[in-house]
């Protein structure tokens, strides 16, 4: 996935191509108007494919490292697969949060890029 100054870096690039295209062979023909099923199909197929996959499993793993290191150091020799347990169940909520946030603000770009044509 790319990071948000790399993102910006593609749009940029992205808006040079159209512009030099659009200055070189004219203004390409109007998109026609698609429905709002098209779209939300679109939209939810774009997300799905580009989502945040893996964030669960990163966050579980990052969660149960930082827990074993927690547990050891307050817990005691005891606290270590307890810090681990917590901290990877933590660290998989989370990271289904971020996914979820992640592939919402994907669906709502491409079903406004997809009903703007």
Do not use: H
């Not at 945040?52 to 697969?81: K, N």
């Not at 307890?82 to 592939?103: K, L, T």
Request: aromatic share 8%.
């Amino acid at each position: 996935m790319l990071q948000p100054g790399e993102r910006m870096a593609v749009r940029g690039t992205a808006m040079i191509a159209a512009l030099i295209f659009c200055l070189v062979v004219g203004d390409p023909a109007p998109a026609q108007a698609k429905s709002s099923s098209e779209c939300d199909a679109y939209a939810r197929n774009y997300a799905s494919q580009y989502g945040g996959s893996g964030q669960v499993l990163t966050g579980a793993t990052r969660g149960a490292v930082r827990g074993t290191l927690l547990g050891g150091i307050f817990g005691g020799s005891d606290g270590w697969g307890r810090g681990a347990a917590i901290g990877a169940g933590i660290g998989a909520i989370s990271g289904g949060v971020q996914r979820n946030q992640d592939e919402r603000y994907l669906y709502d770009r491409a079903y406004n890029d997809c009903m703007n044509g």
